[in-house]
């Protein structure tokens, strides 16, 4: 760990599926969850957006990541990547990624959170593919809505 802490309890991993499983009442509740939403991002045939969530825990992360994945469209993207960086209640960071499929992205973002200290912050970045590679360069595209979620 960068804070040389180690985690005490695994962090678990999130998974789209989990959203879901959620019964109506659970998904009419993440209509109290606030979160912000930044310009989608064109750029040949791919859309890219963020949306972010302060978060202090492990439970506010669960609760954005359903949010982002109930929502019609980022159910009809190609990727959802999950990045977050909080500071526990013992004031350890603990952070985690998930590609979604995107290779990289995830530990890319995480990077770009740690460098630019970024952190009590959930972002998921949704793409949209279509079909022409980026390359390393959508790393860059996906850097920018980072920044400005938090």
């Known amino acids: 760990m960068p804070n ?3 985690y005490e309890e695994p ?6 599926s989990d959203a879901l499983q959620l019964d109506v009442s659970q998904v009419e509740s993440l209509d109290n969850v606030e979160v912000m939403y930044t310009q989608p991002t064109k750029s040949k045939d791919s859309e ?3 949306t972010g969530r302060k978060v202090n825990t ?4 669960s609760e954005f ?5 109930v929502d019609i469209n980022s159910v009809a993207s190609d990727h959802c990547i999950l990045v977050y960086r909080f500071k526990d209640s013992d004031l350890k960071i603990q952070e985690r990624f998930w590609d ?5 992205a995830g530990l890319r973002l995480l990077q770009f959170m740690r460098v630019n200290k970024i952190v009590n912050v959930g972002v998921v970045i949704t793409r949209w593919s279509g079909g022409i590679h ?4 959508r790393f860059e595209i996906m850097e920018e809505p980072v920044s400005y979620t938090h």
């Open 65 to 69: 990541y359903n949010k982002v994945n």
């Open 48 to 50: 890219i957006f963020a």
């Open 11 to 16: 962090i678990p991993k999130l998974e789209i």
């Open 4 to 6: 040389g802490g180690k």
């Open 134 to 137: 980026h390359g390393p360069y």
């Open 100 to 104: 979604n499929g995107q290779h990289g």
């Open 58 to 61: 492990m439970s506010e992360v």
